[in-house]
């Protein structure tokens, strides 16, 4: 029995120093599972922008956190009608001059040449017709929006009650109407009232440049069917 006693205690020393280093482990992969929640809530915050306000990309567009980015083609409302007035055009008034120039009895080289020119003119066109149509409704929306920015200046008070007037209309009880109002103008008056108001939004603002280069490529691409239908259709066949 003296002899055991002994033997035990060191045993007994390295149980309790085995469950002490098990317990130490266990306690370390809680701290780091709670670091890495804490890493993920944090990520998450980020991604959101931070303080639970969704951030903004590139773009302008919400990204929100645990949702897809979403994507909206009312932004290409303004090239889109340009490439498809500019394309119909370039189908329709190049067949017709290869047309009318094949039915003369001239030359397939004449028919391409007069295709071509057709081209390049009706493209020039399109750009100018483009350009100064856009320049006078960008020129009507920025004549709204130095109207509004005078009215702000000269009476915020009325221009923020209008403004919650129009929350108001929308359905908003009148005090939650009149803290929108107020919350929205702090962040940027005259952009509140270009979109609630006068109904302007970024993405869908006159761009005369764009709206001219997209018209000018699609009639390009539209005429150049008619050619070459006209290059490789055989003298025999014309």
């Known amino acids: 029995a003296g002899g055991g006693g002994p033997r035990r205690a060191p045993r007994a020393a390295r149980e309790r120093g085995a469950a ?12 780091g599972r709670d670091a890495g929640r804490a890493g993920g809530v944090r990520a998450l915050g980020a991604a959101a922008g931070g303080g639970g306000r969704p951030g903004r990309d590139d773009r302008g567009d919400p990204v929100i956190a645990g949702r897809h980015r979403e994507s909206h083609l009312v932004a290409r409302v303004g090239w889109l009608r340009a490439a498809v007035l500019g394309a119909n055009d370039g189908i329709v008034s190049t067949a017709s001059l290869v047309l009318g120039v ?53 009476d915020p008070t009325g221009e923020l009650r209008e403004l919650a007037t129009i929350y108001e209309l929308r359905g908003l009880p009148p005090a939650l109407a009149e803290e929108v109002a107020a919350t929205l103008s702090r962040g940027g008056a005259l952009a509140a009232h270009a979109r609630d108001e006068l109904g302007l939004d ?19 691409a539209g005429a150049s ?9 055989p003298a025999s066949a014309r």
């Open 225 to 233: 069917l008619p050619l070459l239908a006209v290059a490789v259709t």
């Open 102 to 154: 094949a039915a003369s009895g001239a030359s397939g080289a004449s028919i391409v040449t007069a295709g071509i020119a057709g081209l390049v003119a009706g493209a020039l066109s399109m750009a100018a017709g483009e350009y100064v149509s856009v320049s006078s409704q960008r020129d009507a929306e920025q004549a709204d929006l130095r109207l509004e920015a005078r009215e702000l200046r000269e």
């Open 20 to 31: 002490g280093r098990g317990a130490g482990r266990r306690l370390g992969g809680g701290r």
């Open 202 to 220: 970024e993405q869908r603002l006159a761009r005369p440049l764009q709206a001219a280069w997209t018209s000018a490529l699609s009639f390009a």
